[in-house]
Every structure is written in C-alpha cells, then in structure tokens.
C-alpha cells in the first residue's frame, strides 16, 4: 500500500455513515462523558476542573438540543525551525483525522452532532516569538483552505470552524494596548518582578522564540517573555472566548481545565510546531507528529503524493523507515 492509498482510505472512512446508539435520557450526559474522556484518545488524565466543565458544557448541550461544542486555542503559526513553515502540512490533517475519528465516537450518543472549534492566538505569537503578520497570514489562510478540502469528509452532523484572535480587532493596534495593559497588572501583582521560570520552561521558551538581535543579551529575556505570554490570557478580547462555558476545551498536552488529546493517536507534540509523517507499519503506517528534534533524529524517505490539497507541504511526505 502506498502512502497515498493509506491516507486516502483513512478519509474515506472518516464519513462512514454513524450508528446512533439510543440511550436512556437519564444517561445521556456520562454517556457523552464517557466518549470524551475516552482513554483510547485522552493522553493524560483530566483534573477535576476539566471534567467539571465538560459536565458543564456537556449538560448546556444536551438541555438546548445542541451540538457539543469543542474547543482548541492553539499558536497559530507553523514554528518557524522547519521548512514546513510558515503554511500547514501533513501534522494538520493528521491532527484533522484524529480529531474527528474521536468525534465520531460522541456522535454515536448523541444525535446533535458536535461543533469542533480552532481559535488561532496568532496576534499574540507575533509579538511573544517576533514572528510575523505575513507568516500568519498565510498559516492562517492554508489552514482555511485545508479545512475547505477536508470538508467532502466530514461525517454527517459534524462541522469544524476556525477563528483567529487578530480578526476580534478592527485596528490591530488595540491589541498592543490591551496586552501591555494586561502585563503591567501582572507585573504589580507579582510584586514588580518577572515570573520564575524552571530551566525546563526556558528551554520551551528557547524553542518558539525566535530572537531578535540583541534580545539574548538581557538576561531577563527569558522571563520578559514568560510575563507576555501569561499576560496574553488575561487580555480583554480574548475573555469572551475564555469565559463560554459552552466549549470542552482541549490541548495537546496537560493544562489544568484541559482536556489533553494530543495530535494523533501516537503523537502528543503540538501540531503547529512539528510536522506530520507516516511510519511504516507492516503493510499500513502510522500518523506521527514530530517535533523538529524528533525529526533530525528520524530516518525517512519521501514520497510523492497528490490528493488535490493545494499548498507547498502535500505534494510529498516522509516516510520513516521501521528502525525509528
């Protein structure tokens, strides 16, 4: 089988028609529950915060007759340390077909379907890691296209929306006030010091920052950073979005609040910072989301492959070999 035909049987079967379940009324939000927190996609266990939210939204869906409303607020720019960057590739569909595999699953209890919901911090990212507003436009606008094609996959009653945080704007400049506003309040409340950070957390920081001249010769840099990026959550524009109740929110990796999913079925990198390949699996493969020191580690061929995506990232695809 070649990776085409692999992938291609894969979305096929994404929009395979959906055997409703019936469950009793009086079961139908742990029923619903039970599909969500579902060890075969949760990656790591879910604090009693996420799991009271998700009873939460759970329970405003199921009382309107409405569909389940899922949430991931994620970077929003393609990192910059590969060639990838700055459009989608192949981490993103994988991520697309796993989400909705485990979509699937809720759909099978619950008859109203599930909105499935990307919200883009790119405005943020621009400032936080000096990438720039071409280079999330343009991830942006691939990611669109990409979920423009998906569409012909999705399974009924099944829909997904993208949303980016630079769009709440009508001057994108209310966004530097707003965020030097909201780093000013956390400055004070910390005592007007900047956030301690492990060495572990530096090295996340170390990883998406890409420096400009100079920066590294602050020795605070590190911890200016932090401050921006928790600054950003406490930002005006994006609180009606953090305050909807209504949204089961998940992440890749482990946040209390979150539910953490990771981005395929054998990957937990995030997938906009990392790329999508194939690993060779008997006759099959397997969709991996790696991380770019994943990938100088890995030993891979590629293939050529057309499924009609448009962008610079689906003409062609690594392959690892079995040994990775």
Request: overall charge negative; proline content about 3%; hydrophobic content about 35%.
């Amino acid at each position: 089988m070649t990776a085409q035909e692999y992938i291609q049987s894969k979305l096929l079967s994404l929009k395979e028609p959906i055997e409703l379940q019936v469950i009793e009324s009086d079961k139908l939000e742990a029923a619903i529950l039970s599909k969500i927190l579902s060890k075969k996609f949760r990656k790591y266990a879910a604090d009693q915060v996420a799991i009271d939210a998700c009873k939460h939204a759970i329970h405003i869906a199921v009382s309107k007759k409405t569909p389940i409303k899922i949430g991931l607020l994620f970077g929003g720019n393609k990192i910059w340390r590969i060639d990838e960057a700055p459009e989608v590739d192949w981490a993103e569909l994988f991520s697309l077909m796993y989400f909705v595999n485990w979509i699937r699953t809720i759909c099978s209890v619950y008859e109203h379907g599930v909105e499935f919901g990307f919200y883009s911090q790119d405005v943020s990212i621009e400032r936080l890691n000096n990438v720039s507003r071409s280079e999330t436009d343009q991830y942006s606008s691939s990611f669109r296209v990409l979920l423009d094609w998906f569409e012909e996959y999705l399974p009924d009653k099944v829909s997904i929306t993208y949303g980016r945080h630079a769009e709440e704007y009508e001057d994108i400049n209310e966004y530097d006030e707003e965020i030097e506003d909201a780093k000013k309040a956390l400055f004070d409340e910390l005592g007007e010091k900047y956030p301690e950070m492990t060495d572990a957390e530096k090295k996340i920081t170390e990883f998406n920052v890409r420096l400009k001249p100079g920066q590294a010769n602050d020795p605070d840099w590190h911890r200016k950073v932090e401050l921006e990026h928790q600054a950003i959550f406490r930002t005006k524009t994006l609180q009606p979005y953090l305050e909807d109740d209504s949204i089961i929110r998940i992440s890749a990796m482990p946040f209390s609040g979150y539910i953490a999913v990771g981005s395929t079925k054998h990957s937990v990198a995030k997938f906009w910072a990392s790329a999508g390949v194939l690993q060779e699996s008997g006759d099959e493969y397997l969709e991996r989301v790696l991380s770019p020191k994943q990938l100088e580690a890995s030993r891979f061929e590629w293939q050529d492959i057309n499924l009609g995506i448009k962008g610079k990232n689906f003409n062609r695809i690594r392959v690892l070999k079995t040994d990775n």
